[in-house]
T-cell receptor, first 117, second 117 residues
Framework: GAVVSQHPSRVICKSGTSVKIECRSL??????MFWYRQFPKQSLMLMAT?????????EQGVEKDKFLINHASLTLSTLTVTSAHPEDSSFYIC?????????????FGPGTRLLVL | AQKITQTQPGMFVQEKEAVTLDCTYD???????LFWYKQPSSGEMIFLIY??????QNATEGRYSLNFQKARKSANLVISASQLGDSAMYFC??????????????FGPGTRLSVLP
């Protein structure tokens, strides 16, 4: 149980285009999902917290107009990188917090590697 | 100030031996959670073990155990009987505050473990 999927797993795009990444909790409902970015040989950095039915909360330094987050249902959150540039190339990982106070951990998706040319 | 410190950027261990990965944390909260994740080269984040701040017993999960020393604010991961498949990045993470929706994690910089045959 507690499986989180991400799509696509890998994407290459031209500078200036927008890229949408989906994060789905497959066998549980998640009121809260998190989006992280990880540069090579570095740790995960939280970008934003996505709450179903409300606006996402962005971490300091993360442009909300550039990284659009939509959490339309209890099983789906999307991250759209708008007008992507080469410096946005990174590994993007989502995680989902299962609904219910007994859960102790976030469950992570397999990640999406974004390369902007 | 770093909330999570992992002082070992890289570690080597001989197959079948035990290894300890260090993690120290900084928080003023009384209620918090500590986690260890494994990230193989594929990028997925695999949950290993959890320790709550009020848990009196050290957490154990199979070959993984967490040496929790609250006064020292340390939460070291011990892997017994190392296997070649244990070679990966290992991240220590902390959730500050009580279990609740929207609590985000802070990750340490990680330790790369290499298991030698």
């Amino acid at each position: 149980g507690a499986v989180v999927s991400q799509h696509p797993s890998r994407v290459i795009c031209k500078s200036g285009t927008s890229v949408k990444i989906e994060c789905r909790s497959l066998d549980f409902q998640a009121t809260t999902m998190f989006w992280y970015r990880q540069f090579p040989k570095q740790s995960l950095m939280l970008m934003a917290t996505s709450n179903e039915g409300s606006k996402a909360t962005y971490e300091q330094g993360v442009e909300k107009d550039k990284f659009l987050i939509n959490h339309a249902s209890l099983t789906l959150s999307t991250l759209t990188v708008t007008s992507a540039h080469p410096e946005d190339s990174s590994f993007y990982i989502c995680s989902a917090l299962p609904q219910g106070a007994l859960q102790e951990t976030q469950y992570f998706g397999p990640g999406t590697r974004l390369l902007v040319l | 100030a770093q909330k999570i410190t992992q002082t070992q950027p890289g570690m080597f261990v001989q197959e079948k031996e035990a290894v300890t990965l260090d993690c120290t944390y900084d928080t003023s909260d009384q209620s918090y959670g500590l986690f260890w994740y494994k990230q193989p080269s594929s990028g997925e984040m695999i949950f290993l073990i959890y320790q709550g701040s009020y848990d009196e017993q050290n957490a154990t999960e199979g070959r993984y155990s967490l040496n929790f020393q609250k006064a020292r604010k340390s939460a070291n991961l011990v892997i017994s009987a190392s296997q070649l498949g244990d070679s990966a990045m290992y991240f220590c993470a902390m959730r500050e505050g009580p279990r609740n929706y929207g609590q985000n994690f802070v990750f340490g910089p990680g330790t790369r473990l290499s298991v030698l045959p």
